[in-house]
Structures are given as C-alpha cells and as structure tokens.
C-alpha cells in the first residue's frame, strides 16, 4: 500500500446550533456550539495540513443537519479543498447527511472523493468499501457485500454494531433491527472504520475489528465526560491505530449548590433551577437552551443520537 499513514474522522456535525446564553446576553444566542465544531473539525485536520498523513478518511455526519447552513458549506469546502490539495480525502454520508453529500461539496476531482452511494473504490492504492448509513441490518449487509467485492483493506461505515455502547444502553442485533452483527459483515473486511457512535470504542464483531474514534465536538450534555478526536492509522506489515484527543469545552450537570465549585468562565451548564441558574451564570457559564429558546426539531432515523440527552 501507498498509504503509511490515515487520519480517520468522523461525527463533525458542522453548523451544530444549540441555544445558550450567559449573564450579559439579554437574548439566546446559538452559534457557539458552532463555532467549537468547525474549530474541533479544523483541528481534527491539522495531521493532514502539516504533512503528516497519507489519506484522510470521514465516515458520516459531516453536517448536523441535512440541510446546513451555506455560510457553513462554503468553509467547510474551503478546508477540505485545501486538505485535498495535500492528501486524498474520502467523505460519505451519515444519517444527519441524509440527503446526501454531494449536493453541498465539490466532487469528481482526483483528490476530494464525496461518496454518496455504497462502493468499492482504491484510493492512493488503498482498498475502500464505501457504506453510508443504512436504516437496517439487512440493508447494510447488502450493501456491505456489494461494496467490498473481492476483499478490501478498509470498510467504512456510519452503523452501530453490535456490542457498541453510548451511555446508559447497549447495541444488541438480537433486540434492535438496525444494529449490524457478524452475519451482516462479508469476509475481505478485517476493519471497519465506522461513525456513528459519539463516544470512542472499539468492538470485536465476528473477525472484524470495528474501529470508532467518536465525534470530534461535544453535542450532547451525556458526552460531557467523554474525550473527543480522531483515531491515527499505521499501515504496513501490522496494522495499527491510536487515538488523537482534542480539546472540548467543559460541560456540567448542576443538580445541587455544591456542584457550581466545577463551572468556570465559558463552561457549558445545565441546571436543576432557577436558582442554580443564577448561580452558574454568576460564575461565568454559558446556560444551555437560552431559557425561552424554541424547540430544536429532531432529525429522523438518529438511531445512536436518539439515546442522547439533547442539549436543546
């Protein structure tokens, strides 16, 4: 293989908007969650824009919403242009991409790869089997095998699997139809680079090691203790990979007083009351949902975010 090394990212969720507010705002603003996504995604990438990557890979839930904010395309188009000017990049939907990819980014050059269907495509002399969400098991087992052919090095996917875990619940094939397990997978797969999941893990499925390195920004308060970032592949004799953490802005669940000694200026909080509100605000943090903000619609077919505790 060309390729020495891979960044793989995922679950960016660029143009995410959650209403906050702090003591001298007299209105609820939403762009600061924003603003920390496109900054994590930036940083995410830097491995690639120093030169120290050979392929860049991004499997799902580029975008927070289907439909994403133009200001937010057109600097997302801007950096991955400039990362593809360096290395090859390959994008593929995930479930909050629904509608697809290749409707906001520029595609069919050599070096920007936006995926939209299941595939098997050799990138920088990598094997790729290119799956985007699929609502079910069955489905993505299809598509799974179309995709990877006669072997590849890598299978991308935007899937829960089975044995993945976000907090409070566990994935079992046996009890939910969209959870992938070892019959779902071909043979000529032995890694899986999958989105979907926010928090990082790894679960042996079958033969394959499903690899996930969790989203990059923290879109939830159940991801306040969870680190965020990209896994780093080595590839050669042994494949290998390890975690790059990024920085993520501190969240806090304010149930009682003594829980307000954590928050600090610019922290994330929600609390039980009023009165802790206050409080948290005196101390210089940032209240999630902006108090009389509306509410956020959620997006369809989120079977892993579902499980979440939104944030608005």
């Known amino acids: 293989m060309a390729v020495r090394h891979l960044l793989h990212l995922t679950d960016t969720h660029l143009g995410l908007k959650r209403r906050v507010r702090r003591a001298q705002d007299r209105t609820a603003r939403s762009d600061l969650l924003q603003a920390d996504a496109f900054e994590a995604f930036r940083r995410a990438l830097l491995p690639a824009l120093r030169g120290e990557v050979d392929l860049v890979v991004h499997t799902g839930d580029l975008f927070d919403r ?22 090859p990049v390959v ?34 002399g990598v094997a790729l089997g290119v ?12 598509a799974a095998h179309l995709a990877v052919g006669p072997g590849v090095d890598f299978l ?9 875990q976000v907090p409070g619940h566990t994935f079992r094939a046996a009890h939910r ?17 999958c989105g979907h999941l926010h928090p990082r893990q790894v ?5 394959t090691s499903v690899v996930c390195p969790g989203s990059t920004v923290r879109t939830s308060l159940s991801e306040r203790s969870q680190t965020k970032g990209a896994a780093l592949w080595t590839l050669g004799a042994e ?6 953490e990024l920085p993520s802005r501190p ?3 304010v149930r009682e007083a003594s829980d307000l000694s954590a928050v600090a200026p610019g922290d994330l909080v929600r609390a039980a009351d009023e009165t802790l509100s206050q409080a948290a605000l005196a101390r210089g943090g940032w209240l999630l949902g902006g108090g009389s903000a509306r509410p956020r619609p959620p997006e369809p077919e989120d079977g892993a975010d579902q499980l979440a505790l939104p944030l608005s």
């Open 91 to 124: 994008v593929m939907p995930g479930n909050h991409d629904r509608r697809g990819l290749q409707r906001w980014l520029p595609h069919g050059g050599r070096d920007l790869h936006v995926l939209d269907r299941p595939c098997r495509v050799e990138v920088a």
């Open 177 to 193: 139809t969209d959870t992938v397990c070892a019959e779902h997978l071909p043979a000529g797969a032995p890694f899986v680079l």
């Open 239 to 244: 494949v290998r990979w390890r975690w790059l």
């Open 156 to 164: 991308l996917a935007h899937q829960a699997f089975d044995g993945h």
């Open 131 to 142: 799956v985007p969400f699929e609502r079910t098991a069955a489905g993505f087992g299809v």
């Open 251 to 253: 969240m806090h669940l």
């Open 66 to 87: 289907s439909r994403p904010p133009r200001a937010e395309v057109v600097r997302t188009c801007e950096l991955l242009l400039e990362v593809a000017r360096r290395v």
């Open 203 to 207: 679960v042996q499925v079958g033969e």
